[in-house]
């Protein structure tokens, strides 16, 4: 999924999970719509990455894509509508959770892309999130995708359930949370350094908590 | 602690956690100098939350300080001086986790003062939060303010290691980061509305995972 959501190694992106952020568009369906489309938010990226959200401005991003600056303005009007849509891009791939056979699998490969989303270099994730404190559209997006891949997630307990591992009625969305949010308060509010345990510990933490019923009742 | 962290009912404070940032100061101890810096913190703290970070500017923080501007300059440079000024009065002052004898109750009061300071209107913590995505110098001083915190709250592990509730070796540090991160996930970058039962489930939480060893061996 991760690299097949790459368009490059020279293009930013990254493996669109709950934690990450959109990736590069998997497909680039024919029509010069599209492919402007394209052009347009991969150059966004680019932008977002080298010089942050002070160097993201309408201009600069058409310059960069070789796209009339006019064509930009009547379709993503401002900075905030070319954020919202590369989310929106994301939000639409075909990304789902690995299915590895335990719960504790899949937890931990969703843990793993989180990482490694967070601490790639440039992190186009890490842009996105600090953005979101910046323009208020990105953070609806932001919202919006992340609630969009925790849906797609809960397939992962409901796997679970299915197998024996969980009881019915388990919390999916606190037990993802659970799975999750330690990468996210290490890597992207206490600025820890990465640490390549960090994806197996939360995830062993959140399925001990599980089994121990702490998602349900 | 979080009133008597306080200035007053019209300054916005913050209760100092693990979660929170700096409160206001908890005392003026005498002194011109401790009274200027006392004066000037209170008008970033209120500066900050009333017009964000593009509002702080080291002028307006003299002028709504009554303080005169060369002062300001000499004794805090920029934005990010007085930033990572008021981050260390933060760390500072004397507050300490609250002692309940369980450990679900330590974790749970912990986290109800997390609640608090990133759900009150308006919220220096959330203000600080998102400032730290803009100047290094505010990033570094949150992270130290954290890190202080952190290692204060680990009293609250070795306290539950005494009594029984924990085995010795318990690791600390990620048990506490397992109780509060999901209240950050949700309300700073999921941007949840505030749910009165999440710092008690989040600390139950952590507590069932613990007891189950999740941050043992």
Redesign the interface.
Known sequence: MATGNRTGPSTPSTPSTPSATPGAPARRPGGRTARTRALVLDAVRAQLVEHGYDGLTVDAVADRAGVHRTTVYRRWQDVGGLLADLLTLGADDDWQPADTGTLLGDLAALNHEVHASLTEQPSIAAAL??VS??SPQA?EAL?DF??GRYAQCETVVDRAVVRGELPPGADAR?LL??A???L???L????SAPDPELPD??A???V??A?????TG
């Open positions: 999130i600090a404190f910046r953070a919202r992340w609630e606190a949370v659970a999750t949010a330690p996210y308060h290490h992207v509010l206490l600025r510990r939360a062993r933490t959140a001990l908590a089994s121990a019923g702490a998602f």
